[in-house]
């Protein structure tokens, strides 16, 4: 079976495009359905721009043909919105902390710091620089990213007991 | 971004896969996760005209443990084999590697059998079942053959799959009694191919070593496994370890952007010792915060 289009659920819509055989998940993405917020960084999976979360879990979408995930649901930065369409708790957490400069690497960023914390783990500060290691950011220095991470675990966990959310 | 054009084709089994394989013949590649070979098309280094795609049949997925042995199959993912308990019970020795290997990305889509039938040499998959003495089912869909896993690797990115044949599954001992385990690697940045890497298992008995398996990756043109270093370390103790092992021999290592050739000698000494020493040491249930095997 050779699919000329495949249909991919993107931030919950689903989408229907050509694929040609070659076509990357990322290009797919961008060029097919509109999609631009994953980057084009390296094109070898190392640099953590392009990533997506397919099924839930991060992947290097400049690395996986659109062909591969036909029928699976995708999730871009984009996607991590609250249903009302304002920044979800990671989102505002970056903005908080400043933890972006030239945003390049954000919507990467997002995506892999949101499924490490769908894991549920406490982590550390270093723990979170060690799980986002395949994450390159030439701006910040990391230092503000972490802090971000690390503020929207710990009201994450404020929200799961039932506290009031921080606005 | 821009790659050469090429053909897509999805196999619905195994056997469809091979058939494929022989329509295409030469300019068909198989596709299972993609974590090699898509980079490799990225950047020019790979220009198939047909992938036919594995990753989604639904054979070849198990992880069991019977009879002495663990079966993982070829499409298991490196997150799949980390995670699997079943795996980390009967050879701890595999997720601990595993966990090694690119970012979580990568490991949410590489694949045991495409890393093996990749055979890079500094890959660490290919060292440590090369160091437990695995042997890999083939098939063409016709027909099955087993080879051992350190016939497999031929050099660098060959290996002994023919055209038309795929990995199916990896079949490696289960840990004994009385065994260690070990994997030490040395790499540029934290999920870059292995500078150089050791995989180490070791039996002991009242403090004393009685047998030691030891498989090196990133020193020749394939995983290789060091019987002579073994031999040399039959009855010595944990602290005896160092001192029994010499120059390492029968490696060949290259210089390259990573590093020297030189550096890469030097540390494949280094991991050995601290692969056999850490070994050494969980087969005396002394390394902290561990089950005993």
């Avoid at chain 1, 190392?46 to 099924?55: E, H, N, Q, S, T």
């Avoid at chain 2, 870059?192 to 990756?217: K, M, N, P, Y």
């Avoid at chain 2, 494949?268 to 005396?284: F, H, I, N």
Wanted: with cysteine; net charge negative.
């Amino acid at each position: 079976m050779s699919p000329e289009t495949v249909t991919i659920t993107v931030n919950g819509s689903r989408r229907t495009a050509t694929a040609g055989g070659h076509l990357s998940l990322l290009r797919w993405l961008r060029e097919q359905a509109g999609v631009t917020d994953p980057k084009y960084g390296c094109g070898e999976g190392v640099c953590g721009a392009c990533a997506v979360l397919v099924d839930g879990l991060p992947v290097a979408s400049c690395i996986v043909l659109a062909a591969q995930v036909d029928g699976c649901e995708v999730t871009t930065a984009a996607g991590l919105r609250r249903p009302d369409g304002s920044p979800g708790p990671l989102q505002r957490a970056f903005h908080r902390s400043h933890a972006v400069q030239c945003g390049f690497c954000t919507p990467g960023m997002l995506v892999c710091a949101t499924a490490l914390l769908a894991e549920g783990r406490p982590l550390d500060r270093q723990e979170i620089r060690e799980a986002l290691h395949g994450n390159i950011c030439r701006c910040t220095g990391y230092g503000p990213i972490v802090t971000a991470i690390e503020a929207a675990q710990h009201e994450l966990a404020a929200g799961a007991e039932g506290g009031a959310e921080p606005s | 971004m821009y790659t050469r054009a090429f053909r897509y084709e999805r196999a619905d089994d195994l056997p469809a896969a091979c058939a494929a394989l022989r329509r295409h013949g030469e300019g068909a590649r198989v596709l299972a996760g993609g974590q090699s070979l898509l980079p490799m098309i990225n950047v020019g280094l790979a220009a198939p005209e047909v992938l036919v795609d594995i990753s989604r049949v639904a054979e070849a997925r198990e992880i069991t443990a019977s009879d002495g042995y663990l079966s993982i199959g070829a499409l298991v993912t490196h997150r799949e084999l980390i995670a699997s308990e079943v795996a980390r019970a009967a050879q701890p020795l595999l997720g601990a590697a595993a966990a090694h290997i690119g970012s979580a990305r990568i490991r949410n889509r590489g694949t045991l059998g495409g890393s093996l039938a990749h055979s890079d040499p500094a890959a660490e998959l290919p060292v440590v079942m090369t160091a437990l003495g695995a042997s890999y089912e083939l098939t063409d869909g016709r027909a099955e053959r087993e080879v051992r896993a350190e016939e497999f690797a031929i050099t660098v990115f060959t290996t002994e799959l023919q055209p038309d044949e795929l990995l199916v599954a990896a079949r490696v001992p289960v840990l004994g009694p009385g065994w260690g385990w070990s994997f030490r690697e040395v790499s540029r940045r934290r999920g870059d191919f292995a500078l150089a890497s050791a995989a180490a298992l070791v039996r002991t008995a009242g403090g004393i070593l009685v047998e030691a398996r030891l498989a090196l990756g990133g020193v020749a043109d394939r995983a290789v496994r060091l019987a002579a270093v073994e031999a040399a370390l039959t009855g010595a103790t944990r602290d005896e370890i160092a001192a029994r092992v010499g120059p390492i021999e029968g490696i060949s290592p290259v210089t390259d952007t990573g590093a020297s050739a030189e550096y890469r000698r030097h540390l494949a000494r280094v991991l050995a010792v601290q692969a056999l020493e850490e070994a050494c040491a969980r087969s005396e249930g002394t390394v902290s915060g561990e089950r005993g095997p």
